[in-house]
Every structure is written in C-alpha cells, then in structure tokens.
C-alpha cells in the first residue's frame, strides 16, 4: 500500500530558534550598515551584491539549549542554502547571499561554538555546488591571508 507523506519528519529541536526577522535586504532589528560597508573592501561581490538588492539578511533568536540551537542553525542553513541553489543559475546569481544572524544566547554555549559544526557540515555539503558558507561572530578579529584586518563583525 502507497501512502502520500503529508508531513516532514518530525524535528524535536523545532522552536530552539526564533524567527525575529523574515529575509529582508534592509534588517530593522540589527545595525549592519557600517559594518557591511566595510567588508565590502574585502568581497569583491559584497558591493554588487548589495547595489542589485541581492544581499538579505534572516534573523533568528536562540530559545533553545545550545544542542537545539545548533541542529536549528544547521536547519536554518540547509532552508537558505535550497532557497539560493536553484537562483544560481540566474542572472547575477553568483551575487546571491543570504545571512543568517543569531540574537540572544544558549546557557553555556558562546556564538562561535554554536556555529562551529553546523558551518562545517553546511561548508562541506554545499561548496560542491557553490554554495559558499561564511561564519562571523560578534568582536571575531580575523585577517585576509595578506595580513589585513577584515572588520570585526557587530
């Protein structure tokens, strides 16, 4: 007997993450603009990126323990990466970026270490089709491989 799935598989960590603030070009909940325009000297894609309306930011809030909030984040990742997979091949498609900002805290965990492993896997999964994953974290001081400061992001 053939049955239709009506549902997804369930997801117990379902509600670690909140949505704050649905993908959007202008983020009203979080102050990047100065910031943005400083990486644009390090991404020679950032600043057209920005000029076609192809840079959007979603942002969550963590509500969950720091387990729930990394199988969320990856969650989140895998919902952002399927959005731009089929845009890439689109004009200006290699323009597309989409950001995910986390707000708030996991007990015990920094934002760094919530990141860690759904980057990797997100990295490892989705370089191979050109989906590029970046990871940026509040006061993260980092340099290009030519010794400049890249921006602390916000």
Request: aromatic residues 2%; charged residues 20%; positive net charge.
């Given at each position: 007997m053939?049955?239709?799935?009506?549902?997804?598989?369930?997801?117990?960590?379902?509600?670690?993450?909140?949505?704050?603030?649905a993908s959007t070009t202008a983020p009203?909940?979080?102050h990047i603009s100065a910031y943005v325009r400083q990486m644009t000297a390090h991404c020679p894609y950032l600043a057209p990126s920005l000029q076609q309306g192809l840079t959007t930011w979603t942002v969550y809030g963590a509500e969950g323990d720091p387990a729930a909030v990394e199988a969320e984040l990856f969650h989140a990742g895998v919902q952002a990466a399927e959005w731009?997979?089929?845009?890439?091949?689109?004009?200006?498609?290699s323009l597309r970026c989409e950001n995910i900002v986390l707000l708030g805290d996991a007990p015990g965990a920094r934002h760094r270490d919530l990141l860690a492993w759904p980057h990797w896997v997100l990295?490892?999964?989705y370089g191979p089709v050109g989906i590029m994953f970046?990871?940026?974290h509040a006061g993260e001081e980092e340099t290009t491989r030519a010794?400049?400061?890249?921006?602390?992001?916000p």
């Open positions: 053939n049955r239709t799935r009506t549902s997804a598989a369930p997801r117990p960590t379902a509600g670690a993450l909140r949505l704050v603030e009203a909940t979080i731009l997979r089929p845009l890439l091949n689109r004009p200006h498609g990295k490892n999964l970046g990871k940026f010794g400049a400061r890249i921006p602390a992001a």
